[in-house]
């Protein structure tokens, strides 16, 4: 009894101790912690931005309309019109009402341009050394404006940072026509001269279609390529007064007739808000 008391005693040492071996842990280590995170927060940007804008304008226009059309011959007409090209420095502030359509407005200088028109006529009145043939008449002076307008665009979606869009604006052009000379032939074969006393200016409906490329340079500032077709309407000169003529009346005023000007600017715009800026998570490991 002795015997199988102490054999029953060891067996369930050893099975105890067995079962607090399959027990054991490993040392408690604790979890890594992750910072509780908010979702993204967006800075919405205002849609506002400012823009500034250099080009240059090829002008032209149609015909020199001579005022009034009851002093003229009746074979007067105009051979040639020629002007120079202009400088265009402009400035603006728009808004941006959605990813496709956005408004502005401008104001632009255009710098002076030279311009000549030639007319003529064939009276029988132009004699020299005893022939007669066609009289011709020489106007020269320089056009400049100021143009200010009102713009509508439609951008037309965004790749590799590139945006084509369409628009297109109406305003008015103030119109200045300056040192005006008129030198043509008086009979029998001697030459006249003629010149504005006062500088003219005007203003006149102005209205233009564009398209241009946008490009991308960041959410704020983007790069803007445009081609623009601008109509300034038909600035008008001041009376031309005829010297060589024993009077000091006036004789004749004229229309640059359909003013317009093909645009190729390159500008700037800028947002005046921050784009949207996601905050970036940020987690730690305790």
Known sequence: MVRVSICAAAAAIFSTAASAADMAQPPYQPQPQIMYQPAPVVVESSGWYLRGDVGVGVQQFSTLDLEPASTL????TINQTDIQDATILGFGAG???NNWIRLDVTG??????AFKALGS???GTCTVSG??????????????????????????GTWWCLTPYIGGGIG???????????IGPLPPGTIGFGYTYDDSSKWNLAWNVQAGLT???SNNLKIDFNWRFLDMGS??????????????NSCNYFNLKDMTSQDFRIGLRWLLQPAPTPVLPISTRG
């Open 121 to 123: 006529y064939n009276q």
């Open 73 to 76: 011959p009746p074979t007067w």
């Open 235 to 248: 600035p008008t000169s001041a009376d031309i007064y005829c010297q060589n003529t024993g009077t000091s």
């Open 131 to 156: 022939v007669t043939g066609t009289c011709f008449d020489n106007y020269e002076g320089n056009f400049s404006a100021a143009v200010f307008m009102a713009n509508a665009y439609i951008d037309l």
């Open 108 to 113: 632009e200088y255009r710098t002076k341009a």
């Open 172 to 182: 008015t052009a103030y119109d200045r026509i300056t040192g005006v000379q008129d």
């Open 215 to 217: 490009y991308n340079v």
């Open 95 to 97: 808004y941006e009402l």
